[in-house]
T-cell receptor
Framework: DAGVTQSPTHLIKTRGQQVTLRCSPI?????VSWYQQVLGQGPQFIFQYYEKEERGRGNFPDRFSARQFPNYSSELNVNALLLGDSALYLC??????????????FGPGTRLTVL | AQSVAQPEDQVNVAEGNPLTVKCTYSVSGNPYLFWYVQYPNRGLQFLLK??????LVKGSYGFEAEFNKSQTSFHLKKPSALVSDSALYFCAVSLTTDSWGKLQFGAGTQVVVTP
């Protein structure tokens, strides 16, 4: 079975630009979460979506936004890029809508470099 | 506020020797605890989780972890380490009160297994 897929694998942008990252969850999973992993740190929670609605948001500025589509895939958008946005962006999917016991399965990530 | 601590930035062990990666947590309620492993340029792979019940949890690739409520710890263990276990290990916690399962990660512990 295919796992969580993300695209693109790598991305280079300049300050002030906008970027869109994409994620397809494991088949049958309805919940998608996004995390930012800065080099040398653990992943930080950005968003969680279920049934196209935002269910949780981390401590990130409004430049970060996301959405989920009817097929449960998701996009993460970041506007007005800053150097500090350079990171590995991870997408995770899980089966259950509610319940913090559910295992989240992660994709390979998108490496964003902001110059 | 909840937090997760991994007190060791790096753990060095010889192949065949026991491996332990430490994790402590601080939460106001009952925690759900997870271990993930990350190989270079890859996403996170799920190893095991503690939800309730037996304090000793067995997971993938021969790993196990012991939940200790009094010491607020969830240390990851493997009886006999392999060179292929060299990777970055993350402990994570979610709260029972957070029904959407947002994960909070530790900073990670680099494991180096030498032949």
């Amino acid at each position: 079975d295919a796992g969580v897929t993300q695209s693109p694998t790598h991305l280079i942008k300049t300050r002030g630009q906008q970027v869109t990252l994409r994620c397809s969850p494991i088949s049958g999973h309805k919940s998608v979460s996004w995390y930012q992993q800065v080099l040398g740190q653990g992943p930080q929670f950005i968003f969680q979506y279920y049934e196209k609605e935002e269910r949780g948001r981390g401590n990130f500025p409004d430049r970060f936004s996301a959405r989920q589509f009817p097929n449960y895939s998701s996009e993460l958008n970041v506007n007005a890029l800053l150097l500090g946005d350079s990171a590995l962006y991870l997408c995770a999917s899980s089966l259950l809508a509610r319940g913090s016991t559910d295992t989240q399965y992660f994709g390979p990530g998108t490496r964003l470099t902001v110059l | 506020a909840q937090s997760v601590a991994q007190p060791e930035d790096q753990v060095n062990v010889a192949e065949g020797n026991p491996l332990t990666v430490k994790c402590t947590y601080s939460v106001s309620g009952n925690p759900y605890l997870f271990w993930y492993v990350q190989y270079p340029n890859r996403g996170l792979q799920f190893l095991l989780k503690y939800i309730t019940g037996d304090n000793l949890v067995k997971g993938s690739y021969g790993f196990e972890a012991e939940f200790n409520k009094s010491q607020t710890s969830f240390h990851l263990k493997k009886p006999s380490a392999l060179v292929s276990d060299s990777a970055l290990y993350f402990c994570a916690v979610s709260l029972t009160t957070d029904s959407w399962g947002k994960l909070q990660f530790g900073a990670g512990t680099q494991v180096v297994v030498t032949p």
